[in-house]
């Protein structure tokens, strides 16, 4: 089964392609580019040159991966849009991945468990909890990462870099969800040929939107 | 020549697609013309916001595609060409139309051109009212744009007289509907409220038409400002307004100053149609002043159907039908949507 993953939700555009057989994955090809403005433009080129150098086309996918965040750029939808469009037009399934999840299915089996952290912005983390096998304990939530209250000492994700300190956690590779990742978050759901839950962003955050006071005179009294 | 063109909008508020079938001589045909609005998730905020619109695009993008070619009785694989508003608009709503169509675009391996949201509103009139004269006039209308365009060629050919310096013709009613303490939007209310009101009973000033004031620019700041000063003078006298008054006044005003421009535009630079188009295009009053003021003039007046004025995916199918036929180039796949796309630019 040929998979095309997706991810925008971090200021990483990640385009790639695996194979699954069975239960083992083969990485065959990837289109990255970390610029948290450049998701609206590059994620379908990344797409078409990940399937062109694995030297396939795109109507020889048979599942589309899509991180679904949480992320806090608006560059999330454009992958989100991008993997629901494809996935229509080639009529193929698309399934949803919490993109912490992702990242947390790369961590190199230890002993330990262990949190993942990418940047939310306004000072904030979005992070989740991992049993030492990547199964997720905890979250996803969206803190101040000086609020989180946790005993775990080792981090991944780039919120585990950026607030290193204020966590007092030792930060790991990887930074952002890879390809491989991706599909492996996503490996039961893939194998078991159900019907994808739908594509809905992990938002976590409410729309900035505050209702109109009363309205403000424009004569003095 | 591609010849079944499908249109994604998502600049503001609605998701529309739209599908049309480009004939040999040219002529435009709809075959589809399906919108998911948000404007009810705005209503208690008072206009629109932008993260909940972005949200809305998103969860109604691969729907409204299906309805549009269940409408039409057409497949995906049928579609030749795939036309996507690339600007003016709000940043993250532009942003999923544009991802949606390069998606459909390289998953069906057809070009996609990215197009002017703005000739947009004019090239749907030809839907209706078929292909547009060799130049003409267009006064656009809505909650976003209010503005003057001498169009020459709708593919590739539109100049910018004027537009407005402060608020949108259509900002102006949602601001002066909540004075009044209409719903949002506030077109419709005003519209309905100004039918039984007299609009020669107050006289509220035209903005933008002194000598000195740039001929075809509009202002509409200051009669929304105007409007709520005599609104509260009245209710500090303790006097009931008459809103029905108010709304035919303030209304009279804006169709005013819109059809004076218009009509001042068309006679000096030697045009004899005019296309009034966007959300507001539908005001009752607004064309039944055009139409009064252009039979005067001798133009010939087009106003699409309502449907067709406010924001549709119908409206960048049929300008993507234009830029086709005109044999304009289509876009990269990396082009990236324009929040400030000059009107100049009809495809990138
Ligand atoms: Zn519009």
Redesign the pocket.
Known sequence: MLVLAIDTSTPAVTAGLVALDGDTLEFRDNRVTVDPRAHGELITPHALEAVKAAGVTLRDLDAIVCGVGPGPFTGLRAGMATAASLAHALGIPAHPVCSLDAIAADVAPGEAPFLVLTDARRREVYWAAYAADSTRTDGPHVQRPADLETTIEVAAGDGAFLYADALGAQPIEPRFPSALGLVKAAREALRSGSEPAPLTPLYLRRPDAVEPAARKKVTTP | MPRIIMGIES??DETGVGLVRLHDDDTVELLADEVASSVDQHARFGGVVPEVASRAHLEAMVPTVERAFDKAGLKLSDVDAIAVTAGP?LAGALLVGVAAAKAYAAALDIPLYGVN??A??IAVDTLQHGPLPDRCLAL?V????TQLLLVDDIASEITELGSTVDDAAGEAYDKVARVLGLPYPGGPPIDKAAKNGDGTAIAFPRGMTGPRDAKFDFSFSGLKTAVARWVEGAERRGEEIPVDDVAASFQEAVADVLTRKAIRAAKEHGVDTLVIS??VAANSRLSELAAERCAEAGITLRVPRPRLC??NGA?IAALGAHVVAAGRPPASLDFSANPALPVQIVSI
């Not at chain 2, 809505?142 to 744009?145: E, N, V």
């Open positions: 600049s503001c608009g949201h703005l947009g509103h656009l809505s909650g976003g744009h966007g959300g406010t924001d409206m």
